[in-house]
């Protein structure tokens, strides 16, 4: 049976002469891999040849492995607006990191709706480095890997000050526990706060009124970076050009 669904473009790759295999980030399937056969034909019926990142209303027939992707309108490009380099780094990072972390098939409306918005914010020439890490931390939390930073890990005790961040074990120890553990970064107390907002707070608020300064910038990366990397055993190529950002 045929579907529809809106979609966002992770990856495209040229097959054969004519035809696209992409890998979609729907809203209402989750991402699928897909063929649109005829794609890159001089005259075609389509509405859109699928620029990366773009976003697009799809007709396909789900089958397992790769579905047949009929139809497609384009509603935005959002690769025309990502200028300069930098900006585009920062998008593929972002596209990389959710095909890497999302299954297949698994639907995560409210993870759509913030990818597009932070698509339509990046575009739109807000500061780029405050939205990854914004989205690296609520990617985390919407696809079931949380941090945990209310109490140390070890010992249970509320965290009120300074701390060590886990990569390893995925959340924070107290400056006792966690002073003897290989695999932590330190953490300041407006650190921690960021990321107790970030994980709490509506994501319209998030967005409206979060002013991160350099060093929350730079020990959020720093452990986002090395917690992602523990856990996916790899990370994301574009991350290589931006990670001294």
């Given amino acids: 049976m045929i579907e529809k669904a809106e979609a966002l473009v992770l990856r495209r790759k040229e097959f054969r002469e004519t035809s696209l295999l992409l890998t979609l980030f729907t809203r209402e399937h989750g ?3 897909g063929l649109a056969k005829g794609v890159r034909l001089p005259l075609t019926r389509w509405g859109s040849n699928f ?5 697009n209303l799809i007709l396909f027939y789900p089958r397992r492995g790769i579905s047949l992707v009929t139809e497609a309108e384009l509603l935005d490009d959002f690769s025309e607006r990502f200028a300069p380099f ?3 780094l920062f998008a593929s990072y972002l596209a990389e990191l ?3 972390i999302l299954p297949l098939e698994d639907k995560n409306e409210p993870l759509f709706n913030l990818f597009l918005k932070v698509f339509f914010l990046l575009g739109e020439g807000k500061e780029p480095e405050q939205l990854v890490r914004i989205f690296e931390i609520k990617l985390l939390q919407l696809s079931g890997f949380s941090p945990r930073i209310d109490t140390c890990l070890r ?3 509320e965290i009120t000050r300074s701390a060590y961040f ?3 074990r995925g959340g ?3 400056l006792h526990c966690g002073s003897s553990d290989k695999y932590t970064s330190d953490l300041q107390p407006g650190t921690i706060s960021t990321l107790r907002y970030i994980l709490h707070a509506p994501g319209e608020e998030i967005f409206r009124r979060l002013r991160m300064g350099g060093v929350i910038k730079k020990e959020l990366r720093t452990i986002l970076s090395k917690f992602l990397s523990y856990h996916l055993e790899t990370l994301p190529r574009s991350l290589l050009p931006i990670a001294r950002h």
């Fill in 31 to 33: 991402k699928i891999n």
């Fill in 51 to 55: 620029p990366l990142f773009s976003h």
């Fill in 86 to 88: 930098s900006r585009h």
């Fill in 98 to 100: 959710v095909d890497l």
């Fill in 155 to 157: 010992c249970q005790k």
């Fill in 166 to 168: 886990s990569h390893r």
């Fill in 172 to 174: 924070l120890l107290c």
